[in-house]
């Protein structure tokens, strides 16, 4: 079974910061890209960061200049750098997870990040 597990998510100041991690078990495809959606309650999930196999990145403007998305060595893993965090970016944050090629996605369960003002 595939499997997607989150972690690094708490609780922060604003202008803290957080360091998510994702590491995917039971694959036995590349995700490609490989990233970090978010949600809060009574809005659609939305893209946060992204990246190829190959490197290349892909971010939400409102985090631009602010957050990292990097792969790991191991295939399926992905880090989230987020920096001077604000108040506007507590959500629940979902690793993503696309097989190459497919439209087949994975999902972890989530994890919070919640910043204070």
């Known amino acids: 079974q595939v499997r997607l597990a989150e972690s690094g998510g708490g609780l922060v100041q604003a202008g803290g910061s957080l360091r998510l991690s994702c590491t995917a078990s039971g694959t036995f495809f590349e995700f490609n890209p490989m990233g970090w959606y978010r949600q809060t309650p009574g809005k659609q999930r939305e893209l946060v960061a992204d990246?190829?196999?190959?490197?290349?990145?892909n971010y939400a403007d409102s985090v631009k200049g602010r957050f990292t998305i990097s792969r790991g060595n191991a295939k399926n893993t992905v880090d989230l750098q987020m920096n001077s965090l604000q108040p506007e970016d507590t959500a629940v944050y979902y690793c993503h997870g696309n097989v190459a090629g497919l439209t087949l996605n994975y999902w972890g369960q989530g994890i919070q990040v919640t910043v204070s003002s």
């Open positions: 990246i190829t196999s190959g490197g290349k990145t």
